[in-house]
């Protein structure tokens, strides 16, 4: 990916998970063997779910978005809103030349998608509701951990950001990326160069984009870049409500389980709606640990605009530290 001065002034980061390619790219992942540790417990849960959709609108998916090749690039509208259903609106709303073009790149032909070549509205109807279901039994159930997951993926770049620039933000996506001034390089399953030209790009970090960036087929369209977030073992299972601690962390007999999370989620900066989720408890609760880890003198907050945003203080960095090191 090749940056001129224009592009780097241009580097957007993604607020959040975005449904549609968290949807295509598990779909994707649902019916491949990598990942076993990360990945198997979800890919059982996700297959019993999906028994309960229709049988074709299951195949539609399975034919859109394959195990191995590309995907119609319609499907990750890069317009598309932060939620599900804005996103599946802009996707149905595609132009039918446009339809009939993207749909030609799938290596099995259009197969079952045949209507949808068509653009007749029933066939596009039909692919809403089968990206409902779909998202709804595999991608759902596990939102709020991915949406915990992709916050500390932004605040780690955040953090590259504030501290070294654009420059940093973009060293900060090693490994799995390789910033060699003006080139981003990753590895990628065919050769290919893409050029911003001025446009920019917009960084989507992803649960279920699997070791390999992804990005569209079409060039021309405004550049993303999807790229993995390591999803560690038992993601699934986190946040519970109560955050597990390891046997003997003084951190946590110190300040309780939770305050304890609450104040190594804070060393990356977030705000209250993050910290919710990252820990597993309602905002207001996350309010109130906040407020006591403030009181503390642990932590410190800022408003800005309608959010509250928390960061460490000395004391709190140097607890933590201390803490981490005992361990």
């Known amino acids: 990916m090749h940056f001129t001065a224009a592009d780097l002034a241009c580097v957007r980061m993604a607020q959040g998970p975005d449904p549609a390619w968290e949807t295509v790219l598990s779909a994707h992942l649902l019916r491949k063997t990598e990942g076993r540790g990360a990945f198997d417990v979800w890919r059982r849960q996700a297959r019993v779910r999906l028994r309960h959709l229709p049988p074709r609108q299951l195949r539609l998916i399975r034919q ?3 195990p191995f090749g590309p995907t119609p690039d319609f499907l990750t509208p890069v317009q598309a809103g932060p939620d599900l259903d804005s996103g599946i609106e802009t996707i149905l709303s595609t132009p039918k030349h446009r339809l009939r073009a993207e749909l030609s790149v799938l290596e099995d032909g259009p197969g079952v998608a045949r209507d949808l070549f068509d653009g007749t509205p029933s066939a ?3 692919l809403g509701e089968a990206l409902r279901g ?3 039994a595999a991608v759902a159930p596990s939102w ?11 605040a780690e770049g955040s953090r590259g950001l504030l501290d070294q620039g654009v420059d940093g933000l973009l060293h900060s996506l090693r490994p799995t990326f390789r910033w060699s001034p003006p080139v981003l390089e990753a590895d990628y399953p065919y050769d290919r160069d893409l050029y911003l030209n001025g446009r920019g790009v917009l960084l989507i970090p992803s649960m279920f984009c699997w070791r390999t960036p992804v990005t569209y087929v079409d060039p021309e369209l405004p550049p993303v870049l999807v790229y993995p977030v390591a999803p560690g073992i038992g993601w699934w299972t986190t946040p519970s409500g109560t955050p597990d601690t390891k046997p003997g962390d003084a951190l946590a007999r110190l300040l309780g389980a939770t305050r304890a999370a609450a104040l190594r989620v804070i060393e990356d900066g977030c705000n209250t709606a993050e910290l919710a989720r990252r820990i597993g408890v309602s905002p207001p609760t996350a309010s109130q640990h906040a407020a006591v880890l403030r009181e ?5 907050s800022v408003r800005r605009g309608n959010r509250m945003l928390h960061t460490l203080t000395p004391l ?9 090191n005992a361990s």
Request: hydrophobic content about 45%; cysteine-free; aromatic content about 2%.
């Open 64 to 66: 859109l978005a394959p």
């Open 134 to 136: 779909y998202h709804r």
């Open 316 to 324: 709190g960095t140097g607890l933590l530290h201390t803490h981490a």
């Open 144 to 154: 709020s951990q991915i949406h915990a997951l992709v916050d500390a993926e932004r």
């Open 296 to 300: 503390a003198r642990l932590i410190a």
């Open 124 to 126: 596009v109807a039909e």
